[in-house]
């Protein structure tokens, strides 16, 4: 019986050979994501060195310290750093000295509602040293730490943070998110704030978006309309700055970035962390946030806002507490 002869190696059929597909679409993304990853950590440290930082926090006998946080954001007039080609363009004029035309407290809680207070700026309080005055003349006598000084001794609560933004920062950040849109009911002609607007929504830049905050010649209801349109204003650019259109906009994220870098000045004391939650605190108080926003309870207001003491009493001894659940916005 005759051996099977072995089979010729040439025509034996083999699986074909495939080469590795290489994931090139996988590599790429994943290189996307991590730049991008990238980008959200080091755009904010690079910012975050830009801040100045100041000795806001005033010395001596202070409140005791409660639940929750408490920031006192200001709203300085400063025309410091303004071109004279940028004070035409926002309308600022070239008054020297630094004023506040905002005063705002925000409360955040451990739990339950953040709480955005408006204190006019011709609320008529204690300044130490001074007697009773206008609550924005403390800036202009002692800066950040007197103010800080006759807020806690008007209000009894303790400023755990400080944030100020002058004009020319307000209006460059709103230009970096490329806008934000405002809904007049009425048209608004005021020459004083450099301002002519159409009533309805429409989107408003940095130099109109800067005036729309600082009218208050043509408003009926004069400084206290003009801090209305401050918490709306501020809470509508919360909105936006930490939006998802925000962080996966490479080009308006790093401009956001560095326009907030050079406008604020916070106290030396504030993390990155803490900036940030203040940043959520005022979105939270923006249109469709769940946060209560209102003015100082007020008993009479002329050349002078008088706060209704009993009231305002009631108001920051709930804060004092961190109870802010059942304040209604006004």
């Known amino acids: 019986m005759s051996q099977p002869q072995p089979l010729d190696p040439r025509y034996v059929s083999r699986p074909p050979v495939r080469k590795k597909r290489r994931n090139w ?3 790429i993304l994943g290189l996307v994501i991590l730049l991008f990853v990238l ?28 639940p929750g946080t408490t920031y006192l954001m ?46 006019p700026r011709d609320s008529y309080v204690p300044v130490p040293g001074h007697g009773r005055s206008r609550i924005n003349a403390a800036y202009s006598w002692g800066g950040a730490p007197l103010l800080i000084k006759t ?63 600082r009218y208050r010649y043509a408003d009926k209801e004069g400084d206290l309309g003009r801090v209305k349109r401050q918490r709306e204003m501020i809470g509508a650019v919360a909105d936006k700055a930490i939006s998802p259109a925000t962080f996966f906009n490479p080009i308006r994220y790093f401009r956001l970035s560095t326009a907030s870098a050079g406008a604020l000045s916070i106290d030396k004391e504030m993390s990155p962390v803490e900036l940030y939650r203040f940043a959520q605190g005022m979105r939270s108080v923006a249109g469709g946030g769940d946060g209560i926003t209102m003015t100082v309870p007020i008993a009479s207001s002329g050349n002078t806002v008088q706060w209704d003491r009993t009231k305002a009493k009631a108001l920051f001894q709930a804060l004092k507490q961190d109870k802010t659940t059942g304040l209604k916005s006004s």
């Not at 100045?52 to 010395?59: G, I, L, R």
């Open 39 to 66: 980008m959200l950590i080091c755009v904010p440290l690079f910012a975050w060195n830009k801040i100045e930082k100041v000795d806001a926090m005033p010395t001596g006998d202070r409140p005791a310290e409660t």
């Open 151 to 213: 807020v806690e001794g008007a209000t009894g609560l303790r400023v755990d943070h400080y944030v100020e933004i002058g004009f020319g920062g307000f209006s460059s950040i709103i230009d970096s998110l490329g806008g934000i849109e405002m809904c007049p009911p009425k048209a608004i002609k005021d020459q004083k704030a450099h301002i002519n607007l159409p009533a309805g929504c429409q989107e408003l830049d940095g130099p109109k978006a800067l005036g729309y905050v």
């Open 74 to 119: 200001v709203g300085s007039d400063s025309r410091e750093g303004l071109s004279a080609e940028e004070k035409k363009k926002l309308g600022t004029g070239s008054v020297e000295g630094k004023r506040t035309d905002t005063i705002m407290l925000m409360h955040v809680p451990e739990s339950g509602p953040t709480v955005l207070i408006s204190l």
């Open 25 to 27: 679409f996988g590599r």
